[in-house]
Protein backbone atom coordinates (compact mmCIF):
# COMPACT_ATOMS: atom_id res chain seq x y z
CA UNK A 1 0.00 0.00 0.00
CA UNK A 2 1.29 3.64 -0.73
CA UNK A 3 -0.76 6.63 0.81
CA UNK A 4 -0.67 10.11 -1.08
CA UNK A 5 -1.64 13.00 0.48
CA UNK A 6 -1.43 16.21 -2.01
CA UNK A 7 -0.96 19.98 -0.81
CA UNK A 8 -0.40 23.59 -1.64
CA UNK A 9 -3.59 23.86 -4.02
CA UNK A 10 -4.82 27.53 -3.84
CA UNK A 11 -6.51 30.48 -5.33
CA UNK A 12 -3.90 32.63 -7.53
CA UNK A 13 -4.45 34.93 -10.06
CA UNK A 14 -3.88 34.32 -13.98
CA UNK A 15 -0.48 34.34 -14.54
CA UNK A 16 0.62 33.18 -10.94
CA UNK A 17 2.05 30.67 -9.61
CA UNK A 18 1.82 27.54 -7.47
CA UNK A 19 3.90 24.42 -5.87
CA UNK A 20 1.89 21.36 -5.42
CA UNK A 21 3.59 18.64 -3.14
CA UNK A 22 2.35 15.33 -2.86
CA UNK A 23 3.93 13.11 0.00
CA UNK A 24 3.86 9.45 -0.62
CA UNK A 25 4.01 7.03 2.85
CA UNK A 26 3.80 3.35 2.80
CA UNK A 27 5.55 0.78 0.78
CA UNK A 28 9.07 2.22 -1.18
CA UNK A 29 8.56 5.81 -3.09
CA UNK A 30 11.03 5.19 -5.40
CA UNK A 31 9.57 1.95 -6.74
CA UNK A 32 6.44 3.80 -8.36
CA UNK A 33 6.61 6.20 -11.10
CA UNK A 34 4.37 9.00 -10.44
CA UNK A 35 2.08 11.31 -12.56
CA UNK A 36 -0.38 14.46 -11.60
CA UNK A 37 -3.83 14.22 -13.46
CA UNK A 38 -6.90 16.77 -12.65
CA UNK A 39 -10.21 17.06 -13.05
CA UNK A 40 -12.41 20.14 -14.03
CA UNK A 41 -16.00 20.26 -12.78
CA UNK A 42 -17.90 18.28 -15.58
CA UNK A 43 -14.98 16.95 -17.31
CA UNK A 44 -13.03 13.84 -17.01
CA UNK A 45 -10.10 13.57 -14.93
CA UNK A 46 -7.32 14.52 -17.58
CA UNK A 47 -2.72 13.49 -17.83
CA UNK A 48 -0.93 16.46 -17.00
CA UNK A 49 2.77 14.73 -15.93
CA UNK A 50 4.06 12.25 -15.07
CA UNK A 51 7.91 11.13 -13.59
CA UNK A 52 9.51 7.72 -14.44
CA UNK A 53 11.06 6.18 -10.95
CA UNK A 54 14.31 7.95 -11.03
CA UNK A 55 13.15 11.27 -11.76
CA UNK A 56 15.29 12.12 -15.29
CA UNK A 57 12.65 11.65 -17.41
CA UNK A 58 9.31 12.95 -17.44
CA UNK A 59 6.31 14.07 -20.24
CA UNK A 60 3.64 17.01 -19.98
CA UNK A 61 0.67 16.89 -21.60
CA UNK A 62 0.41 19.76 -24.23
CA UNK A 63 -1.67 22.26 -22.40
CA UNK A 64 1.00 22.32 -19.88
CA UNK A 65 4.00 22.11 -21.86
CA UNK A 66 6.42 25.09 -20.79
CA UNK A 67 4.80 26.15 -17.89
CA UNK A 68 4.67 23.26 -15.38
CA UNK A 69 7.55 21.16 -13.96
CA UNK A 70 7.22 17.76 -12.11
CA UNK A 71 10.09 16.72 -9.96
CA UNK A 72 10.23 14.55 -7.41
CA UNK A 73 12.64 13.94 -4.01
CA UNK A 74 12.93 10.20 -3.62
CA UNK A 75 14.50 10.73 -0.29
CA UNK A 76 12.05 13.09 0.96
CA UNK A 77 9.58 10.92 -0.36
CA UNK A 78 8.10 13.72 -2.37
CA UNK A 79 6.21 14.38 -5.78
CA UNK A 80 5.92 18.10 -6.58
CA UNK A 81 4.61 19.90 -9.51
CA UNK A 82 5.85 23.46 -10.47
CA UNK A 83 2.82 25.85 -11.96
CA UNK A 84 3.57 28.85 -13.54
CA UNK A 85 2.01 31.17 -15.89
CA UNK A 86 -1.66 29.94 -14.47
CA UNK A 87 -4.72 30.44 -16.64
CA UNK A 88 -8.24 29.56 -15.79
CA UNK A 89 -8.15 26.70 -17.68
CA UNK A 90 -5.70 25.59 -15.37
CA UNK A 91 -8.92 25.22 -12.41
CA UNK A 92 -9.32 21.85 -11.20
CA UNK A 93 -8.66 19.32 -8.38
CA UNK A 94 -5.28 17.71 -8.83
CA UNK A 95 -4.50 14.50 -7.99
CA UNK A 96 -1.66 12.90 -7.82
CA UNK A 97 -1.07 9.03 -8.54
CA UNK A 98 1.71 5.89 -7.97
CA UNK A 99 1.76 3.29 -11.20
CA UNK A 100 4.65 0.40 -11.52
CA UNK A 101 5.55 2.12 -14.87
CA UNK A 102 5.25 5.60 -16.08
CA UNK A 103 1.89 5.71 -18.52
CA UNK A 104 -0.20 8.31 -19.05
CA UNK A 105 -3.53 6.71 -18.79
CA UNK A 106 -5.04 7.04 -15.18
CA UNK A 107 -6.66 3.37 -15.38
CA UNK A 108 -3.36 2.31 -15.14
CA UNK A 109 -2.74 3.85 -11.72
CA UNK A 110 -2.60 1.69 -8.33
CA UNK A 111 -2.69 4.54 -5.90
CA UNK A 112 -4.40 7.92 -5.47
CA UNK A 113 -4.23 10.81 -3.44
CA UNK A 114 -7.45 12.42 -2.46
CA UNK A 115 -6.83 15.56 -4.58
CA UNK A 116 -6.16 19.36 -3.84
CA UNK A 117 -8.05 22.87 -5.49
CA UNK A 118 -6.32 24.53 -7.64
CA UNK A 119 -8.52 28.05 -8.47
CA UNK A 120 -6.96 30.42 -10.88
CA UNK A 121 -9.02 33.80 -11.26
CA UNK A 122 -9.38 36.25 -14.18
Known amino acids: QVQLVESGGGLVQTGGSLRLSCRAS????????MAWFRQAPGKEREFVAV????????AYADSVRGRFTISRDNAKNTLYLQMNSLKPEDTAVYYCAASPAATMDPDLYDYWGQGTQVTVSS
Open 51 to 58: INRSGDST
Open 26 to 33: GRTFSSYA
